[in-house]
């Protein structure tokens, strides 16, 4: 294992925790530093989401396809538009929110699996994305059953 891959797993995995703390404490129905913990974790999905799509952008110059890399950098805009939505409907609605950010994650992780080339993507990255998106669509999930309860 690479010492870059070994970075990027650590990174990918303590980018999980502070999803996981907000569970926590949504699930305590405690506030988090004073804050409402769904909405904590609402702005870091947000936040981490948009992270995703500006990184589609350095990819995005791989595909030889014009057409390919054009779409491509539209679904980015709108993945980030998407995260910025979600921030804001954590303010009105938060089960649409979890739902808007939750499946953010999903798509953006198939649109990198169906647009880029595995010869140019390394497994151990696209395990470690495929892992990850799956924890954090679980824990977007395991907030709303959290809140309905």
Not at 139 to 146: A, C, K
Request: glycine share 6%; hydrophobic share 55%; charged share 10%.
């Amino acid at each position: 294992m690479s010492t870059t891959s070994s970075t990027a797993k650590i990174l990918g995995w303590l980018g999980v925790l502070p999803f996981i703390i907000s569970v926590w404490y949504t699930f305590q129905q405690s506030s988090f530093l004073g804050f409402y913990p769904p909405f904590v974790f609402l702005v870091y999905s947000g936040t981490i989401l948009a992270f995703l799509s500006g990184a589609l952008w350095g990819r995005i110059y791989e595909q030889e396809n014009r057409t390919q890399r054009k779409r491509l950098l539209l679904m980015s805009n709108c993945f980030a538009l998407l995260a910025f939505v979600g921030v804001l409907l954590s303010n009105l609605y938060i089960p649409m929110a979890l739902a808007a950010l939750g499946s953010g994650f999903w798509l953006i992780w198939r649109l990198e699996v169906l647009s880029f080339n595995s010869d140019w993507t390394s497994e151990w990255y696209l395990d470690l994305r495929k892992q990850l998106t799956y924890t954090v669509v679980v824990l977007h999930l395991l907030e709303l059953v959290i809140i309905w309860l």
